[in-house]
């Protein structure tokens, strides 16, 4: 049986591979991930998340308050999308979290 991934908290800070090429298309983004040659599309607040985190952004709840403040949502909600979509991105080895403050 395979360990799952640890959980990803607002207090974790993200950082993209450098192996990972953002093309933006109509408001959406496709990646291309140059170790596996596979191709990700986010949606225009994926898009979003990717910039906030391209941009280095110190913490996931510095990208999620700045998400509250343009998008008309409940904050669980990106909240919740937020974490999610970061999991799967860590999952892809597309980024790689670390846990806790700075």
């Excluded at 950082?15 to 983004?29: I, N, P, T």
Aim: glycine share 10%; hydrophobic share 45%; net charge negative.
């Amino acid at each position: 049986m395979t360990a799952s991934p640890p959980r990803v908290t607002l207090d974790d800070r993200v950082q993209c591979s450098g192996e990972v090429l953002m093309q933006e298309v109509g408001g959406e983004a496709v990646l291309l991930d140059l170790a596996s040659e596979r191709y990700f599309g986010l949606d225009p607040v994926g898009t979003r998340i990717w910039q906030l985190l391209a941009a280095g952004a110190p913490s996931l709840a510095q990208v999620h308050a700045t998400l509250c403040g343009e998008f008309d949502a409940l904050p669980e909600r990106i909240g919740d999308d937020l974490l999610a979509l970061v999991g799967q991105l860590s999952e892809a080895g597309l980024v790689q979290v670390s846990s806790g403050p700075e």
